[in-house]
């Protein structure tokens, strides 16, 4: 359990300590690319909730998810229609429904615990 | 194989948490530059683009003064080329003035030259006439003219200067030159080459000889130093 969060932590000090600059047309790309990851993120917490959690797909989603958002954006300021609208608007939504998903499962997780403890 | 197979979706775990914390953490920290570099209020761009405007228009203000700067100089370096000239041409005013000063006998005049005395004839008692062995003007018209004639620059009778106005009258014994009255002897003094002015008096039937005709005592002396003083009030 360790790892996962170790990766997460060396992960950030990377990040943080980067003095690697990229164009400020850039940006764009790079915040659609956290968006999908934090899509993928919850999908994959809520996959894993309801049991259908497959490590393939999770992996294959997180790191497709970033590249496809991030050339979306891309084409989309090179042909000059905010594409990377599609993708704020998609993951957005994916990304609260799963919330909502994850938060339905752990109350009634919780609630049934409860019952448990109850009767017991 | 089962905590293999654990191990292995820890790994793989980890390397997604790895790269979502350094998305995370690169999108934060750039943001956080972003914000921190162009933190402008309209204030401050105001004032930026004012200090700009400014400085643009220092700069052409800077131009035009430089173009200025060199006409000036230009307008300086011929004005000095003209000043030059002018000096020059000052200097030889200054020579000629000079020059025509001594003629005119403002300055004291220092230099060779000659110094003949004209006496009057020692008394002859077969001579009724006392104006045969008398000078007079025309004696002296005669010996200054010579010298002008030989190239004197300065003449003086008795010490004094004579100029280009002056006037001589014969008033009985005595010789009036410029209302000053000078006796015998005649001691006239001239400044120029003392060889020439010497040899022109000299010549034969000349004015020496013509002098001595008239029963004056004429006499002839080089010096190396003559000295005439200005004409007084001239």
């Not at chain 1, 992960?11 to 990851?37: H, K, Q």
């Not at chain 2, 401050?44 to 700069?59: K, V």
């Not at chain 2, 010497?198 to 004056?216: A, P």
């Amino acid at each position: 359990m360790w790892l996962p969060v170790a990766g997460l932590i060396i992960g950030i000090i990377l990040g943080l300590l980067t003095e690697i600059r990229i164009p400020e047309e850039y940006s764009n790309y790079l915040s659609i690319a956290v968006l999908a990851a934090f899509d993928t993120l919850f999908g994959g917490i809520r996959a894993y909730l309801q049991n259908i959690y497959d490590e393939k797909v999770f992996v294959s989603g997180f790191f497709f998810n970033i590249i496809l958002a991030a050339s979306l954006a891309f084409l989309g300021v090179h042909l000059g229609v905010d594409l990377y609208l599609a993708a704020i608007f998609a993951f957005g939504v994916r990304l609260f429904q799963n919330i909502a998903v994850i938060r339905r499962i752990l109350l009634t997780k919780w609630s049934t615990n409860k019952e448990k403890l109850e009767k017991s | 194989m089962n905590r293999m197979k654990v191990r292995g979706n820890h790994v793989i775990l980890s390397l997604v948490s790895l790269v979502l914390g350094f998305i995370l953490a690169f999108s934060y920290h750039l943001t956080k530059m972003e914000n921190e570099k162009p933190k402008m209020t309209d204030k401050q761009y105001e004032q930026t683009l004012a200090l700009r405007n400014q400085l643009i228009e220092q700069e052409k203000t800077n131009r035009e003064l430089q173009k200025e700067l060199n006409q000036k100089q230009e307008k300086v370096q011929k004005n000095e080329k003209e000043l030059a000239k002018e000096a020059q041409v000052f200097s030889n005013l200054a020579e000629d003035t000079e020059k025509y000063r001594l003629f005119l006998g403002k300055v004291k005049v220092k230099g060779k030259g000659v110094k003949v005395t004209l006496s009057d004839g020692a008394y002859d008692p077969e001579e009724e006439n006392v104006n045969n062995y008398l000078v007079h003007e025309h004696h002296i018209f005669k010996v200054i003219n010579e010298l002008y004639i030989s190239g004197a620059a300065a003449i003086a009778i008795n010490g004094q200067r004579l100029t280009s106005h002056s006037y001589i009258l014969c008033n009985g014994p005595v010789i009036t030159v410029d209302g000053v009255q000078n006796p015998a002897p005649f001691v006239i003094t001239a400044i120029g080459d003392p060889d020439v002015l010497s040899s022109s008096l000299n010549l034969t039937g000349g004015v020496k000889d013509q002098l001595v005709n008239d029963n004056i005592v004429f006499k002839l002396e080089k010096e190396d130093n003559i000295v005439l003083n200005p004409i007084l009030g001239g």
